[in-house]
């Protein structure tokens, strides 16, 4: 209120004295892009949302197995943890909950990489909705076309207009034209950056930090493919090895062949019985607990980078299809060139870095819950039997300390 009445008593216009009374991040163009990127974003959520809500279900939904894409090991895994009691019924549940997080948090990763979501509920519909009503309607598509481009061609013969104003008309009659003659190809290249985007990225990763299993000159496919082969089995199989059998000896049977490898099992081994058919309920409760709270941030953070990469996918599909009729009005001078670069270059930009770190940061967060799993795994091998002289050192240095400390 200050800031508008010393304003107003300096003599400066209206419109300078509402910029002033701005917050300062929001008079730079930075915090202006922030602005517009975030509402741009709800935006998003809400076409999204109202998507979805219209179109719940697909024949050829990308999440169903085999659609799309090939069937990849974590869809064949049978999750079966038997056994009577409250125990054993606790420890299913939560069996089935990691896994349904894991399965979530992979399906989530692979949608973000082979498909855009927005042109795949309602962009290539509406393509090929306008493309059957193009096809109705041609003629008097053709002729309504053929008579605009004249009367646009005597509307600068006889009136001599500006040329901006001539050439921006013709530009919005060619991009009307090309949306309604190529709908259905113009959808596919607004929808390509999206996808093209998380797979260069998963391409450079792959080639600067390889793996064991994933090799440089690997496809981004193949690549997110093992990446969650690697995610499934340490978050699921390991646990769901050690509830069946008591060890990890199941981890790395494929699995259509883990059944028969734990009948054998137990046939031949009384105690992989026992952990079988559910005698071990507080072991198999400690287990199934520590794996779902193992996998729930990973899952929570996988999950929001996926919806972050799929509204900025959404936005570039938007925005493309958006600049078609925008970009003409550039030919007008500088400050329509400005309002184009501010509400639809940067935020296109910002989309592509939003894109580009969202994916790095899927890729990272699998590798470092892998990393951090295995490293556990490996602490646990080494402290192995060494429990009780690593609490007895502990004691003694505590001892120590009060020692000095009363001296």
Known sequence: MNSTVDGRRAGLPEAAVRVLNRPARERTVAGQVRSILFRYLVLAVVLLALVAIANPHRPDDPAAPGVGSAVWDYQREKVDVPGRGLLNLYSRQLMHGTSWLAKASIERQRDVYRLNLFDFLIGTRTARSIASWR??????????????????????VMLRPSRRTWLLALLLVMASTVLITKPEATARVAARPGVAIPNAMLDLVTAAAPSKRIKPGTSPQEALQRLSAEFWTSFVSNPLSRVQTGSAVLTSAPPGSKAGVLDVMRRNLSNVNDWAIGRHGPERAFITTSALAYVVPFAVALGVLAMLATC???????????????????VEGPKRRG????????????????LTLTSLGSFATMRLAEALHRSDEYVGLLLAGSAWPVVTAALLVRRAIRRRRAA
């Not at 009367?151 to 600068?156: D, K, T, V, W």
């Not at 900025?312 to 550039?330: D, E, K, S, Y």
């Open 135 to 156: 096809a109705e309607q041609r003629l008097p598509l053709e002729a309504g076309t053929e008579l605009l481009v004249v009367a646009l061609i005597g509307y600068g």
């Open 339 to 354: 309002a184009l670069t501010r509400y639809w270059l940067l935020p296109v930009l910002a989309c592509v870095l939003l």
């Open 312 to 330: 900025a996918q959404t936005l570039l599909f938007v925005l493309f299809l958006a600049g078609m009729l925008a970009l003409p009005f550039a």
